[in-house]
């Protein structure tokens, strides 16, 4: 996959993740999707591949991250959005 070229998948499931978000941190993940969408290596994403996991992910805060399944060219659909320290937990 050319990671340069990532885009999310704005399908049903993803808008559903997207409804869930609270309101203190919608801010922060609308503006991590627009710049994942015109630059998704733009460093302060920090646009990564989880080791041993079928999942990329961006930060949109620093503890806030978006966890995305890769579509098998180059979009992305996004399965959970949440707290890092929860995520780790799940691992």
């Not at 710049?35 to 999942?55: D, G, I, M, W």
């Not at 978006?66 to 691992?91: A, F, Q």
Request: proline letters at 3%; aromatic letters at 8%; hydrophobic letters at 35%.
């Amino acid at each position: 996959m050319d990671l340069s070229k990532a885009k999310i998948d704005f399908n049903d499931d993803t808008r559903a993740v997207l409804k869930s978000v609270d309101g203190s941190s919608r801010g922060r993940v609308k503006k991590a999707l627009e710049q994942f969408s015109s630059n998704p290596l733009y460093p302060a994403l920090r646009f990564e591949k989880l080791t041993n996991k079928p999942l990329y992910t961006i930060r949109a805060s620093y503890n806030l991250r978006i966890y995305m399944v890769h579509n098998g060219d180059n979009t992305m659909t996004i399965v959970e959005i949440s707290n890092h320290d929860v995520s780790k937990r799940r691992s």
